[in-house]
Structures are given as structure tokens and as C-alpha cells.
């Protein structure tokens, strides 16, 4: 089936250059035989037959690869050989599979006994399927191509309707982005009410043990303030302690003292650093500063020091998220207005307060959105957190110890081997939920602020 | 002096002061001070710049160190002589196309290690690695003629080996080392399997082309779903879209999934694309897409900042001499705009390249030992194995996890060089 679908994609794309081309002489000759002027150029003929030859015939394929196989399977089961066939359930189903695949090519041979009976008529209804997707396929070209063919007329607008498809392409491109947004919403709402109507809402939000998975014999327990506690532990402290002041003080440098000449070198630098792939980072925190920390942590005496601790996750993620801040940081500071600084400069404060006392406060609330902004980051990061932080629900303030994330869960969670409808899996959805709502809020609220401050200076 | 005084306090004393006593010994500290403050918070400016470039320093120092051994391996010469113990298969072996199986059940592997035996000493074969047989059939498949000959070859040594020879080994795998360094069989080279192979088991054969492959598969589907889409949807969003609610929500909703946390596309995949829809698991086909609809706003914002600063004169220009819209924007402003959104688009390619989350969530973190043949077959990207060597208990991985970083870090980086390059090159100012 594939291979003859793609064996008509070729031939639709095929005349459909081919119907280009002809219609172009064809209009070219229309109008040189009738001495009138066309109304479109010849290229517009060509395109809109070219449309008319391909269009409905790819949409027909499109329908058409979808529904054969419902079809194919009717066929088959209507068959005499069915009649033998276990009730619905599994078993039917992965004997049908098996006829199938051995049907099209796909299996060498019959493993299962009950299926070698049915080859024989999925092969038959395969190919009258597929005879039938073909003729209707050519029949659709050619109605097309002929019908836009014999349009072909000097005061025909050919332009204007091919420019009416070309903007309904482009609104449909537009819209590809709602309807990503839709898909999220929805899928993560769906899933998360399944989730809830076997675990409450309270106990995901307020419950302080988290235990998915622990076996038949202890219930799981799907509280997930240690996973919200880890998340702000690593994202929105420790990261923020490392890259607020030194993304800040970048930014500051950068703007006000630093040499054409050394920003030249520095801002291609903070780039990189932003561009290093995430797992990169992780692999980082995992191999050379854990270890370090925890070696650290003994050293001063300190209990429960982890390997996979939170302190190493958190400072990993503070220097990839430091040229985030430094860019922010700088955007903001140049959007205060040059008066203000020479104002002050004007009136005997040194550079530094100048900076301290005019530019950052009039450039705070800018700052404060990208500081939101890294913060929406940091706790949405995975990487990092799976190969750092460990998978230890634990409600500690040491940031020597493993703690877990939100993020790090929902890896946990479906990356093991349960069907699809376990608790554990809806878990995940529903920790996305979370997860997508304060992030959506963060961002919303971060440009927001960053917004109004800019219309304030403009 | 009364004159100036403050209106506004009319029963306040008249202000009467000298002029400052700049050179006064107090007002001389105060200055320093305010100098050194100076100093010291240029500095405090200075250190934070130079605390950032030392991490990537030390970053890229790390990755470098361990990985530079990573592409090179330690072998053994062991000579075969398969003119006296012969091969159960004929010729035509060597080029048909199940040539591995059949190779495989002709007692290659027996050869080897007695082979190995006669050369080493009795545990020859625990020197070399497991895989060291499908090393000499590769060989001998590239050159049947060796087939039937005694040759040298030289083999892939077991893992523990390998570490010995190149770093600290246990004390069995050291005294080997030194043995068979005494006798001059080792010798130590750039491991092409390294760049021909898939992941494996055996850091003597595991390889970064399946997942090299993949990851270019991947970028192919996401750049032919994104690009088109993405540029499109800018175009309209610019150029057409009036000023109404319907717009505003496009436009809310491309800002927001620009900063959604990648993880959540993975959930988006996981239950659309392969729940809903069905679409084939762990293959580049559904990481593609997953990675085309993370990218897509990228591209949308880049694109749109490129159209907007084509200046109005040239669409005027062109409706004035009797363009349509549509021939105004594809004619004119597109191609105007277009270095401007290859830039961005490959920097948002770039980072599609170095995404790992969602991908672990469509099932791209199985352990996938073939090269993918397809868009629909089982495959891994380089980042996602990274992940997975990183998590190997085998010290011979640690080297090969930074190999493939770095691998990794130098296609990421020439994309990077290629849109600045672009931009430099082709972008007008107006």
C-alpha cells in the first residue's frame, strides 16, 4: 500500500508540472490566437490548473489512506474465514495484524495458525481497495485538470483565485500555532481529568508524600509538594541566587564600562553559553560538580550529602540561564532614557552611582520580568534535573540532599514500562498541567511588566 | 542672598555657607571613597563577565579532556590464518545480502578467538573485545581475498583493557597491559567505528552514526513541517491579518509556546501524535514533528522581525507599478526578508538539534542498535545518546559520552558560525 501511495504522489506531482507547463502555452497561445490581452499572466493559468489537478486528488489520498483500512478489515471480516475468528479482544486483534501484515509484505510468514486462512482475503481486498484508490485518484486529476484546462479564456481571473488559495494557505499556516496551543491545552486537561477522577485534586496539590509505583501492596500516594518544593529549591532559588547577580553585573559591565573592543569578544561568549545543548549541562553537573559538592559537603560534616544534590543541579542551571538574564538585563538598561544618565552623571555621581542610584531602579521593573521570564525557564528545564537532581521525593531545605522535580517526575513517570491509562502515566499529564499553568502565568504576568515599563520610557 | 531663597519656605533662616572646602582633608576622603566604590563595583562588573567565560572555560575544558580518548581505542595485532582453519562458508558469501548471518554462522567468531588464544596466550579471548570477530568480518567483506589467507589484524581489546592502556586500569588489566606493551602488540588510533557504528553495549563497537543519523533525520522533518509553516503564518501575521481578536489570539498564543518548557510538547506528542494519530514510536518522523511544532514559533518571531524591517518604500513601490499584494510580498518583501529568516531559522534549528526532553517522552530512549534505515524506523539522536551513554556503569562510556558531546557541541557551533556568517553577509540595513 505504501509504496503504490507514494507511486501516486509522484504521478500528482508529476502532472501537476506537466499541467503547468501546458497551460502556460496554452493561455500564451490563447491570447497571441485572439489578439486580446490576457487578464493574468500565463504563470497564473499555469498554477491555477496546476492546483486543480493536484489539490483534490491529494486531499481524495489523504481521506482515502485513512479510511482503506477500516474498509479492507470490513471486507475481510465478512469473509468465510472470519467466521472462525475469537471474540473482539486482543487475540482478534493481533491475528488480524498478523494476516495483515503478512498480506502486504511486511512479515515473512504465518506465526500464528489462526491467521494463515485470512492472508488470502486481506490480499484480495487489499488489492480491490487499492484498485479503487487508484481509479479515483486518476479520475479526480483528470476531471480536475480538464475542468480548470478548459477555463483557460483571456478575461479570465486566473490571478485572483490563485492568490485566493494562496491566502487561504496562509491563514491555515497561522492558525497551526492555535491549534498547537489547543492540542496542549486540551490533551493535558483531558488526560489530568482522568487523572483526577481517581486521585483528588487536594491531595496532588497539598499531599506531602509522593509514592507512584511503589507495588500492589501500598497504594500510591500522588502528593506532590516535594516535587513543587524541589522544583522552587533548584529553579527559583539556587539558580536565581547564582544567575541574577552575575547575569545582572554582566549586563551592567557590558552596557556602561566595558570597550567596544571587549564586548566584541563577550557577547558571542554568553551566546555559546546559551547554546550548549541542555543535556550537555546535565552531563556537566552529573560528572564534575556533584561530585565536588558532595565531596565538599562531607568535608564540613554535613548529613545526607547526595551525589545527585540539589545544590549541583541548581548552580548548573544558574550558569546556563546567566546569558538569559544578562540579555534581559541589558535590554532593559538601554531602554532607559540617555537624559536620565547624563543627568546624573551631569550632576557629580561617579559611573557606579549613576548605575546603583538611576539606571537600575528606572530599569527594575524590566529587570524584574526577565528575572520571571528565567525563572518560567528554569523550572521547566528537564535535563539538568534528570541527570542531576536525583528522583528522591524529599522535603529538605539542604541543598546538599537529593531533592526531585516536577519535570524530573513526569520523565520518571512515562519513561517506565506501564500501559497508557495507569495512574502513574495520568500523573504525568497532570504534573504537566501544573507545570504549563505556572509557567503560562509567569510569562504572561513577566510581559506584562516588561511591556508597560517600555511603553513608560517611550 | 535673601533673593534666592526658597519660596516655598519663606520663614525658614536664609542658607549661608562658604564654598565647599574641596581641598579639606575630610572632603579628599570622601572623594577617594566614592573612587574606590568606583573601583570596586567595576571590578565586581568585570568579575561577573569573567566568572561566566571561566564556567564555559571549564566546561569546554571538561568535555575536551575526557573526550579527546574517546575517538581513539587501543588494539592488539593478533595474525589469523584462515589458510589453516578455513571459513565454512564459499565466496559468494562475502556479497550476499544477509552476508552478516551468514558469516556469523560460519564459525568467524571460534576463529577469532582461537586466533586470539594462539597469539596472546590461554585468555587471549577475554583480551579482546566480544565484538572484535564482527570487526575482521567487516574487514573481510571490504576484501574477500583475506579470507582465505593468514593475515594480521588488528582488533578492538576489551573495554577493561582499553581503560587500562589509557588511564588506571584494575591490577589484572594493568599486568595484561604491560604484557602485551612488552611485546609490542598494542597500538593505539583513531576508533573509526566510533563514526561508522550505532549504539552498542561494547564501548569497543559502540558508534555515534545511528544517532548522527537520526538527529539529521529528525532536523529534515522538522525543518520541512516548521520552515513552511512558520514562514507562512509570519507572512500573513505581517503583511495581511487585520487588527481583530482572531489575530490577537494568534499572536498570544505563538508568544506563549515560544516559552513553554519543551517537556510540555513532549506530553503534546506522546498524546496526539502517537495515541491519537498513531504515528510510528521513537521514529525521526515523530520526534520531527514534535521538534517542528517546539521550533515553529521560533521561526514565526524571527521571521516577522526580518519582514518588519523590509521599509514600507519598496511595497509601496511595487502596488504603485501594478503588483497585487500577494505578487507584492512574494516578489518583493520575501525575498528582501529571507537571509534575515535563515538566520533565524537556523539558530532555531540549532536548538531543536541540542532538545532532549520531549524526545525522551515519544519513546526515543530505547536502545536502538541498527543505523535507522527510515523516516518510520527506530532511532536515537545525539543528544538522546549522550543521555543514554551518560547513564552507562562502563568506564569506557564516560570517554565516548564526551566524544559525542563533542561532536555535538562542533555541529551546533558551525550552524551557529553559518547564521551569523549569513547575517553578516547578506542582511541589509536600511
Known amino acids: 500500500m505504501g509504496g503504490t501511495t507514494f507511486i501516486l504522489l509522484m504521478l500528482v506531482l508529476g502532472l501537476g508540472v506537466v499541467g503547468w507547463l501546458s497551460a502556460r502555452v496554452r493561455a500564451a497561445l490563447v491570447s497571441a490566437r485572439g489578439g486580446s490581452r490576457l487578464h493574468s499572466l500565463p504563470s497564473y493559468h499555469g498554477w491555477y490548473v496546476a492546483l486543480w489537478l493536484a489539490v483534490p486528488a491529494l486531499l481524495f489520498l489523504a481521506v482515502w489512506s485513512n479510511i482503506s483500512p477500516a474498509l479492507v478489515t470490513n471486507d475481510v471480516l465478512a469473509s468465510e474465514a472470519a467466521a472462525k475468528l475469537p471474540p473482539a479482544g486482543f487475540q482478534r486483534s493481533a491475528i488480524l495484524g498478523e494476516a495483515r501484515g503478512v498480506a502486504a509484505g511486511d512479515r515473512p510468514m504465518v506465526g500464528n495458525p489462526a491467521a494463515g486462512p485470512l492472508v488470502a482475503p486481506y490480499r484480495t481486498a487489499m488489492a480491490k481497495y487499492q484498485m479503487i484508490g487508484v481509479i479515483a485518484t486518476l479520475a479526480l486529476l483528470l476531471a480536475g485538470g480538464a475542468y480548470a484546462f478548459t477555463r483557460i479564456k483571456p478575461d479570465f481571473r486566473a490571478r485572483t483565485r490563485v492568490e485566493r488559495v494562496v491566502m487561504v494557505g496562509l491563514f491555515?499556516?497561522?492558525?497551526?500555532?492555535?491549534?498547537?496551543?489547543?492540542?496542549?491545552?486540551?490533551?493535558?486537561?483531558?488526560?489530568?481529568?482522568?487523572?483526577?477522577?481517581?486521585?483528588?485534586?487536594?491531595?496532588?496539590?497539598?499531599?506531602?508524600?509522593?509514592?507512584?509505583?511503589?507495588?500492589?501492596?501500598?497504594?500510591d500516594t500522588f502528593g506532590a509538594i516535594p516535587l513543587f518544593w524541589g522544583t522552587i529549591l533548584i529553579g527559583a532559588v539556587i539558580a536565581m541566587i547564582v544567575a541574577i547577580p552575575i547575569g545582572l553585573m554582566s549586563a551592567v559591565y557590558l552596557t556602561q564600562y566595558a570597550a567596544p573592543r571587549v564586548r566584541r569578544w563577550v557577547k558571542p561568549m554568553l551566546e555559546i553559553l546559551a547554546g550548549i545543548p541542555t543535556v550537555v549541562y546535565g552531563y556537566f553537573a552529573a560528572l564534575t560538580v556533584a561530585p565536588a559538592f558532595r565531596d565538599f559537603a562531607a568535608m564540613l560534616g554535613i548529613p545526607n550529602a547526595s551525589t545527585e544534590s540539589a545544590l549541583a543541579a541548581g548552580v548548573v542551571m544558574g550558569i546556563m540561564i546567566i546569558p538569559f538574564v544578562s540579555s534581559m538585563a541589558d535590554d532593559s538598561i538601554n531602554a532607559v532614557p540617555q537624559a536620565m544618565r547624563d543627568g546624573s552623571l551631569a550632576l557629580g555621581a561617579t559611573s557606579n552611582e549613576t548605575i546603583r542610584q538611576v539606571l537600575i531602579p528606572a530599569a527594575l521593573p524590566g529587570v524584574m520580568g526577565g528575572v520571571l521570564l528565567a525563572v518560567s525557564r528554569a523550572i521547566g528545564e528537564t535535563m539538568i534535573v534528570v541527570m542531576a537532581a536525583g528522583l528522591a521525593a524529599n522535603l529538605t531545605a539542604n541543598p546538599f540532599a537529593s531533592v526531585t522535580t516536577v519535570t524530573a517526575q513526569i520523565v520518571k513517570l512515562l519513561t517506565g514500562d506501564q500501559e497508557f491509562d495507569s495512574a502513574k502515566t495520568l500523573a504525568a499529564f497532570a504534573l504537566g498541567l501544573v507545570l504549563f499553568i505556572v509557567t503560562l502565568l509567569l510569562n504572561i504576568v513577566a510581559l506584562r511588566i516588561v511591556k508597560k515599563y517600555r511603553e513608560a520610557y517611550e | 542672598?535673601?533673593?534666592?531663597?526658597?519660596?516655598?519656605?519663606?520663614?525658614?533662616?536664609?542658607?549661608?555657607?562658604?564654598?565647599?572646602?574641596?581641598?579639606?582633608?575630610?572632603?579628599?576622603?570622601?572623594?577617594?571613597?566614592?573612587?574606590?566604590?568606583?573601583?570596586?563595583?567595576?571590578?565586581?562588573?568585570?568579575?561577573?563577565?569573567?566568572?561566566?567565560?571561566?564556567?564555559?572555560?571549564?566546561?569546554?575544558?571538561?568535555?575536551?579532556?575526557?573526550?579527546?580518548?574517546?575517538?581513539?581505542?587501543?588494539?592488539?595485532a593478533v595474525p589469523i590464518d584462515f589458510a589453516a582453519s578455513p571459513l565454512t562458508v564459499g565466496r559468494d558469501a562475502f556479497t550476499a545480502p544477509d552476508a552478516d548471518q551468514q558469516l556469523a554462522g560460519a564459525g568467524l567468531r571460534?576463529?577469532?578467538?582461537?586466533?586470539?588464544?594462539?597469539?596472546?596466550?590461554?585468555?587471549?579471548?577475554?583480551?579482546?573485545?566480544?565484538?572484535?570477530?564482527?570487526?575482521?568480518?567487516?574487514?573481510?567483506?571490504?576484501?574477500?581475498?583475506?579470507?582465505?589467507?593468514?593475515?594480521?589484524?588488528?582488533?578492538?581489546?576489551?573495554?577493561?583493557?582499553?581503560?587500562?592502556?589509557?588511564?588506571?586500569?584494575?591490577?589484572?588489566?594493568?599486568?595484561?597491559?604491560?604484557?602485551?606493551?612488552?611485546?609490542?602488540?598494542?597500538?593505539?588510533?583513531?576508533?573509526?567505528?566510533?563514526?561508522?557504528?550505532?549504539?552498542?553495549?561494547?564501548?569497543?563497537?559502540?558508534?555515534?552514526?545511528?544517532?548522527?543519523?537520526g538527529s539529521v533525520m529528525t532536523i529534515m522533518i522538522a525543518f520541512a513541517v516548521a520552515f513552511p509553516t512558520g514562514v507562512l503564518a509570519a507572512l500573513y501575521l505581517e503583511e495581511y491579518a487585520a487588527r481583530n481578536r482572531w489575530t490577537d489570539l494568534i499572536e498570544v498564543?505563538?508568544?506563549?509556546?515560544?516559552?513553554?518548557?519543551?517537556i510540555i510538547f513532549g506530553l503534546l506528542a506522546l498524546s496526539v501524535f502517537i495515541q491519537f494519530f498513531g504515528i510510528c514510536q521513537a521514529s525521526p518522523l515523530v520526534g520531527g514533528l514534535t521538534l517542528a511544532l517546539m521550533t515553529m514559533p521560533v521561526i514565526v518571531i524571527a521571521s516577522r522581525n526580518a519582514i518588519k524591517s523590509v521599509p514600507p518604500s519598496i511595497r509601496d513601490a511595487a502596488l504603485g507599478v501594478g503588483a497585487s499584494p500577494v505578487q507584492v510580498v512574494f516578489h518583493h518583501v520575501l525575498p528582501l526578508a529571507l537571509p534575515g529568516i535563515m538566520t533565524g531559522t537556523i539558530i532555531g534549528m540549532a536548538r531543536a538539534l541540542g532538545e532532549t526532553a520531549p524526545l525522551l517522552l515519544v519513546g526515543m530512549r530505547a536502545f536502538i542498535g541498527d543505523v535507522p534505515t527510515g523516516f518510520c524506523s527506530a532511532s536515537t539522536v545525539l543528544p538522546m545518546q549522550i543521555f543514554l551513554w551518560s547513564d552507562q556503569v562502563d568506564r569506557g562510556f564516560v570517554e565516548k559520552t564526551s566524544a559525542a558531546i563533542i561532536v555535538l557541541l562542533i555541529v551546533l557551533l558551525s550552524m551557529n558560525a553559518l547564521a551569523i556568517y549569513l547575517r553578516n553577509r547578506f542582511e541589509k540595513r536600511w
Not at chain 1, 179 to 205: D, K, M, W, Y
Open chain 2, 110 to 213: 571460534e576463529i577469532v578467538d582461537f586466533a586470539a588464544e594462539e597469539a596472546l596466550g590461554a585468555d587471549g579471548a577475554a583480551l579482546i573485545s566480544e565484538n572484535a570477530w564482527r570487526i575482521v568480518r567487516d574487514e573481510l567483506k571490504a576484501n574477500p581475498d583475506k579470507a582465505t589467507q593468514r593475515g594480521t589484524f588488528a582488533l578492538p581489546v576489551a573495554s577493561a583493557i582499553d581503560t587500562a592502556a589509557k588511564y588506571d586500569g584494575t591490577a589484572d588489566a594493568e599486568r595484561a597491559v604491560t604484557a602485551l606493551r612488552e611485546k609490542g602488540l598494542l597500538s593505539t588510533g583513531i576508533h573509526w567505528p566510533f563514526f561508522t557504528g550505532a549504539d552498542a553495549t561494547d564501548p569497543a563497537v559502540a558508534g555515534i552514526w545511528g544517532a548522527l543519523k
Open chain 2, 253 to 262: 498564543s505563538i508568544n506563549n509556546l515560544a516559552a513553554v518548557p519543551s
Open chain 2, 1 to 76: 542672598m535673601n533673593s534666592t531663597a526658597p519660596v516655598t519656605t519663606p520663614t525658614a533662616a536664609p542658607l549661608r555657607r562658604g564654598p565647599t572646602a574641596w581641598k579639606s582633608g575630610a572632603m579628599q576622603g570622601r572623594i577617594a571613597a566614592r573612587y574606590a566604590a568606583e573601583r570596586r563595583f567595576r571590578r565586581t562588573g568585570l568579575a561577573a563577565v569573567l566568572l561566566s567565560g571561566l564556567f564555559l572555560a571549564f566546561l569546554l575544558f571538561t568535555m575536551v579532556g575526557n573526550g579527546l580518548r574517546g575517538f581513539t581505542y587501543t588494539s592488539v
Open chain 1, 172 to 219: 491555515g499556516a497561522s492558525l497551526v500555532a492555535i491549534l498547537t496551543t489547543f492540542g496542549i491545552v486540551l490533551s493535558l486537561v483531558f488526560e489530568s481529568a482522568r487523572f483526577f477522577s481517581l486521585v483528588s485534586p487536594a491531595e496532588l496539590l497539598f499531599g506531602t508524600t509522593w509514592k507512584p509505583g511503589t507495588g500492589p501492596a501500598v497504594p
